[in-house]
């Protein structure tokens, strides 16, 4: 018998970004970063051990998957078969909650998902901290999506303590605009992308010495409430980010024309005086953080520009949740 129950994890935004590994198979990062969980985006996974199937068996949106995206999930909970001895094959049943239109389907709360619900089914119930780390395993970003509100990945010394830590719930007043500029999937993949920085750009070393100092200035500003701060330190973190991708061999670039035009509208914004900053992945969409309660202002003038499904206001959301069956 496992228990089988379907955990709830919200996808994050990188305010410190992460940009690159110093160690590939156990996914640890060349410098700490910090998020925002967002409420607007989740995965729901179960994991139950069967007896009466012959392989695991991966549900994605209802839709069954092929091996390889089995192969990936199979890999992954070898991490809670090694310790618990469990051979029995898998039923994982997984939804990516995801307003429609926005493709933004997240490598972090998909594996951050399904570590909690891998946690549960093999009865190894690790405390959230350490299975931060087993998250960490499946994707880097994941490793934050097991807190609510700001959230510490500490790049740490090892495999062990590589983890995230929770900043602060962010409730009082927060919110972000996602601006989807385009849904299609991306051409070069983050974990490329990174790999690709690391090894080329000439910035890098001044990106790891920059984000270092970022970090240390957004901690004391979130635990001063200064929006302002925040968002500063987020618009220009993110910006080194993708400077060190521009000075890599080949150069790479994620933004798109609409990128530009929603960079824009934010600071114009600023010149009205409405604060709101921006930040972008590995993607060209644009996200906005700004006051809650500026967030509907702040999206009737993005829809001046872009159609309102491609404009989603979120709240700041929570760690992992246990759902009732
Ligand atoms: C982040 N990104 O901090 C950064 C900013 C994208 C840009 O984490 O290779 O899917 O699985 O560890 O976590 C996206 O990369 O990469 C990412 P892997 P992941 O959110």
Redesign the pocket.
């Known amino acids: 018998m496992t228990i089988e129950k379907k955990v709830r994890a919200y996808t994050?935004?990188?305010l410190?970004?992460?940009?690159g590994?110093r160690d590939e198979a156990a996914?640890l990062?060349t410098s700490s970063?910090l998020?925002l969980t967002l409420d607007a985006f989740y995965t729901e996974t179960s994991v139950a051990f069967k007896e009466d199937i012959t392989q695991d068996t991966f549900y994605l949106n209802g839709v069954l998957q092929n091996e390889a995206a089995t192969q990936k999930v199979s890999r992954f909970l070898k991490l809670f078969r090694e310790p618990t001895g469990i051979q029995t094959p898998a039923l994982i049943k997984s939804t990516n909650f995801v307003p429609t239109a926005a493709g933004l389907a997240?490598?972090?709360s998909g594996?951050a998902a399904l570590a909690g619900a891998a946690n549960l089914a093999s009865g190894l119930n690790l405390p959230d901290q350490e299975l931060s780390t087993y998250a960490?395993r499946?994707?880097?970003?994941?490793?934050?999506s097991i807190y609510g509100g700001f959230v510490e990945?500490q790049m740490g010394t090892s495999s062990e303590d590589s983890y995230a830590v929770p900043i602060d719930d962010a409730n009082w007043d927060i919110g972000m605009l996602v601006v989807v500029v385009n849904s299609r999937q991306k051409e070069v993949?983050?974990?490329d992308?990174?790999k690709n920085t690391v090894e080329t750009s000439p910035f890098y070393a001044g990106w790891l010495e920059s984000t270092a100092k970022d970090l240390i200035e957004i901690k004391k500003a979130i635990h001063s409430h200064d929006f302002q701060k925040v968002g500063e330190i987020t618009e220009s973190n993110?910006m080194k980010?993708h400077g060190t991708m521009l000075g890599a061999n080949p150069p790479l670039s994620y933004w798109e024309p609409y990128s530009v035009v929603a960079m824009q509208l934010v600071r114009q914004l600023r010149k009205e005086g409405i604060p709101c900053y921006f930040t972008?992945?590995?993607?060209p969409n644009v996200k906005v953080l700004c006051r809650l309660s500026d967030s509907e202002k702040i999206k009737a003038r993005f829809a001046e520009v872009f159609r309102t499904e491609q404009l989603i206001v979120s709240r700041p959301g929570k760690g992992l949740q246990i759902m009732s069956n």
């Open positions: 994050n935004i990188a410190i970004k992460y940009w590994k996914i990062p970063s998020s997240s490598s972090a594996m960490r499946g994707s880097g970003s994941a490793t934050r990945w993949s983050s974990r992308g990174m993110g980010m972008m992945d590995a993607g």
